[in-house]
């Protein structure tokens, strides 16, 4: 066991097995560096910065009028991982962040049960806004929403995809196959072509935390997957 032991288990594991690829390997290699280097990183971070001042005036759907504060996206502009969830909840609400509620917490958990932390990833929603009451999105607010992550998956580059339950799933990949269709094998994204996962969201495990040894091996493919 080593200092990751406590997120395994966590994340309800008690037995693995880390493949031989070494950990730094999956943060910041060979292309992202190249990013750094030749300036179009801080280019996209100001983009995000734009994007994100937008997201903040928008009025496109009814949520505008419920919503505490918008919750754009967290993490950093040169990730190689994203990881993309539904729509804020009750906290992200509050704080404006993605993920910092009990399935946040959960989340944290997982990321570290691969050697990420949050700081390696980007995360973000589908929805920028809070549904009243944790309702499900309605349609319309998906089609005025879904732009902006779009515009941040084009800034970020991310070269592994985590699509977060059966919601973001089928926005990302423009599918109406569930999520037990949809998990554990690789699909790609939009024009961009990158590799996307598909696994259980976070509060789902809460409540089910059998899936959780499901969702090891989807980040451990989401893993094979990054070059
Ligand atoms: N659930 C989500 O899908 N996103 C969050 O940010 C929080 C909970």
Known sequence: MDQHGPYLREMGLTRWRFGSQSTDRTKFPSNKEQHFRDGSLKANLGNLAVLAREADGCRRCGLHRTRGKVVFGSGSAA?????????????????GLPFVGRAGVLLGAMLNS???SRDDV??????????PNNRDPFGQEVR???????????LVQPEII???GRFAAQVLLDSDQNLVQLRGRPHNFGETSAPLVVTYHPAYLLRSPAA????????????????
Request: charge should be positive.
């Open 122 to 131: 980007y995360i973000a929603n589908v929805l920028k806004c809070r549904p």
């Open 79 to 95: 990730a190689r991982w994203m990881f993309v969830g539904e729509a804020p909840g009750a906290e992200e609400d509050k704080q």
């Open 162 to 164: 985590v699509a977060m």
């Open 114 to 116: 691969i050697r990420l």
């Open 144 to 154: 005025e929403c879904a732009p902006f992550l779009h515009r941040q998956i084009d």
């Open 212 to 227: 959780k040894s499901k969702t090891w091996e989807d980040l451990l493919l989401a893993r094979s997957l990054l070059t």
